[in-house]
């Protein structure tokens, strides 16, 4: 499979734009992303690129208003993608109680929890905000993942999967809809040895309420969660609990009103760079 790489770059430079444009891109089927120093490098499968998808972005219209940006793109082979995570992927430490690395990085002495990962073309190493919160969360609430039954709904690389069984889930699901998120997976979910988590390949379709969950993760985006929350809530246990990011703080109430219109209550919320990640109770 070949993969095409779209390079922005933003004059001048302003984070927060390229996170904009990075989660409009997600809805469009990009699904790995990084940061560059004047903007960022974004992926999709070279058979689903459309240039016109791209140039007609009502929000690269509205920032070009304000920015110069500018796009150039590149087709990428397979073998070349390990190279290039290589050559960007740096450990990253959350809370100075998780370490996220590549296998070629060193490990540190006396470190909570450490989590290895080759992400390949799979979204998910700790370095965007939204999976940073979500670990966060998961480390805060260490005590309500024991002994639980947890599904990891868009599960990339499969790091929250991995931390959720470090914490001491006993059965758990991820389901991402790309075949190659699914591979990368089982890759890290081997280094990592862990035995109890399966990935499926779908979307939440594959929630047919035969099966429940006591903690529900979902890092994917604002339509996404919205379009889906309803399916999420019917397989969630009484007292379970919904954790989702990929959305922005402006976003906290419409993702909070159509949770509180399914039965769930608020508990609490986490904000990095303006990307958020909130935690629901299903009381």
């Not at 016109?52 to 972005?57: D, G, K, L, R």
Request: aromatic share 10%.
């Amino acid at each position: 499979m070949f993969y095409t790489e779209l390079t922005f770059h933003i004059t001048p430079h302003v984070e927060d734009i390229a996170d904009a444009l990075i989660a409009e891109l997600g809805n469009l089927g990009y699904d790995s992303f990084s940061y560059t120093d004047d903007g960022f490098k974004a992926y999709i499968p070279s058979k689903d690129f459309k240039p016109e998808q791209v140039e007609e972005m009502e929000i690269l219209s509205f920032f070009r208003s304000l920015y110069t940006i500018t796009w150039e793109k590149a087709e990428i082979e397979n073998q070349d993608w390990n190279k290039i995570w290589e050559e960007n992927f740096t450990p990253i430490l959350v809370q100075d109680r998780i370490l996220v690395r590549a296998g070629f990085h060193p490990s540190i002495d006396n470190i909570e929890h450490e989590i290895i990962i080759d992400p390949k073309m799979s979204f998910g190493t700790g370095h965007h905000a939204t999976t940073a919160l979500m670990l966060e969360n998961i480390l805060d609430m260490k005590p309500e993942f024991k002994g639980k039954k947890v599904l990891d709904m868009g599960c990339g690389t499969g790091i929250l999967s991995i931390m959720a069984a470090q914490a001491g889930a006993t059965t758990l699901t991820g389901i991402d809809i790309d075949e190659w998120a699914y591979n990368n997976a089982m890759e890290n979910i081997a280094t990592n040895n862990v035995q109890n988590i399966r990935v499926l390949i779908g979307d939440a379709a594959l929630l047919d309420g035969k099966e429940r969950y006591d903690i529900i993760l979902a890092n994917i985006n604002r339509n996404i969660l919205l379009n889906d929350m309803h399916a999420y809530v019917n397989v969630l246990n009484p007292n379970g609990y919904l954790i989702m990011s990929g959305f922005y703080t402006e976003d906290i109430p419409m993702i909070r009103d159509k949770a509180e219109s399914l039965g769930l209550k608020y508990q609490s919320h986490k904000i990095k760079d303006n990307w958020t990640a909130v935690i629901f109770h299903n009381l």
